[in-house]
């Protein structure tokens, strides 16, 4: 069973930043698509960022320049270095494993998905 564990989420002000950890099997963090993914409150869950097996990333417009996602497969870590935080940042963070190739911000390609963690940006 695969499992993945966030964490990191908190409350900040704008322009702060916060990193969100997340564990699980190494193998999973070396050879598979991870990615982020966020859902706001009486939004639709979108894609953030996606790190492939060769550490290709991917980010989603909104926050290029300012998200940088990266991994550890020795310490069985995906991170998301999140900087010049905005309040339209606010949202439920997740993180998501998919064994699918391309590995794009395709929501419905992540079969293994975290519990969720919150952040708040307040301006």
């Known amino acids: 069973q695969v499992q993945l564990v966030e964490s990191g989420g908190g409350s900040v002000q704008a322009g702060g930043s916060l990193r969100l950890s997340c564990a699980a099997a190494?193998?999973?963090?070396?050879?598979?698509?991870m990615g982020w993914f966020r859902q706001a409150p009486g939004k639709e869950r979108e894609g953030v960022a996606a790190?492939?097996?060769?550490?290709?990333?991917k980010y989603t417009d909104s926050v290029k320049g300012r998200f940088t996602i990266s991994k550890d497969a020795a310490k069985n870590t995906l991170y998301l270095q999140m900087d010049s935080l905005k309040s339209e940042d606010t949202a439920e963070y997740y993180c998501?494993?998919?064994?699918?190739?391309?590995?794009?911000?395709?929501?419905?390609?992540?079969?293994?998905w975290g519990q969720g963690t919150q952040v708040t940006v307040s301006s």
């Open positions: 998501a494993g998919s064994r699918r190739w391309p590995c794009a911000l395709i929501e419905g390609w992540f079969g293994y």
């Open positions: 790190i492939a097996r060769d550490g290709t990333t």
């Open positions: 190494a193998y999973i963090i070396s050879d598979y698509c």
